[in-house]
């Protein structure tokens, strides 16, 4: 099973400013089977990248995911107050299963 | 858009069956779609339980394949989980989603089932 790890687990950041959050898998993945989550409290998860960088419906521009093998990151370029939350990232990945970080939790600063 | 909405009993005792519902609204269960139950512990991450296909076509966790039933509904356009043998570390919040795109597209808003003599 491969594991994803998140880092940092705790971010303290302000408003306006750039959030870059990390997910790095035990093993090298395939990038379209990366996918990010925001979950916030009492919440169900929402998507908001697939693919490791294509934006979910109604995902405003400022979020932003990249990476390749094993080293994905999501950026969120200019922090607002409703950004704040817990995100996950998620991978499918064989024999047919999905499995998820442990999380990190964004916190205003 | 599709809307899910999970159904169950709040409280399940120790070494009896957990069995939760997702009604499926705006879709159909019989779509080219994957259909899957995702669980939070209090405090906790997310942890994926298994998927079905409209075709009946299953996949589930590992750790939990041996106690863990997913099927389908097509007549009341829903999905079920049973979890057999529940312990207290099945206490969690459960979640029913579509799948998208290797991804969990559309989720629930989540049922608390939590394990309990």
């Known amino acids: 099973e491969i594991v994803l790890t998140q880092s940092p687990g705790t971010l303290s950041l302000s408003p306006g400013e750039r959030a870059t959050l990390s997910c790095r898998a035990s093993?090298?993945?395939?990038?379209?089977?990366l996918a990010w989550y925001q979950q916030k409290p009492g919440q169900s998860p929402r998507l908001i990248i697939y693919?490791?960088?294509t934006r979910a419906a109604g995902i405003p521009d400022r979020f932003s995911g990249s990476g390749s093998g094993t080293d994905f990151i999501l950026i969120i370029s200019r922090l607002e107050p409703e950004d704040f939350a817990v995100y996950y990232c998620?991978?499918?990945?064989?024999?047919?299963?999905?499995?998820f970080g442990q999380g990190t939790k964004l916190e205003i600063k | 858009q599709v809307q899910l909405q999970e159904s169950g009993p709040g409280l399940v005792k120790p070494s009896e069956t957990l069995s939760l519902t997702c009604a499926v609204s705006g879709d159909s269960i019989s779509s080219r779609a994957w259909w899957s139950w995702v669980r939070q512990p209090p405090g906790r991450g997310l942890e994926w339980i298994g998927q079905?296909?409209?075709?009946?076509?299953?996949d589930y966790y590992p750790a939990l394949k041996s106690r863990v039933t997913i099927s389908l509904d097509r007549s009341k356009n829903q999905f079920s989980l049973q979890l057999k043998s529940v312990t207290a570390a099945d206490t969690a919040v459960y979640y029913c989603t579509k799948n998208g795109y290797f991804s969990l597209a559309y989720w629930g808003q989540g049922t608390p089932v939590t394990v309990s003599s």
């Open positions: 693919g490791a960088s």
């Open positions: 998620q991978l499918f990945s064989s024999p047919s299963m999905y499995t």
């Open positions: 093993q090298s993945v395939t990038s379209t089977n």
């Open positions: 079905i296909f409209q075709s009946g076509s299953t």
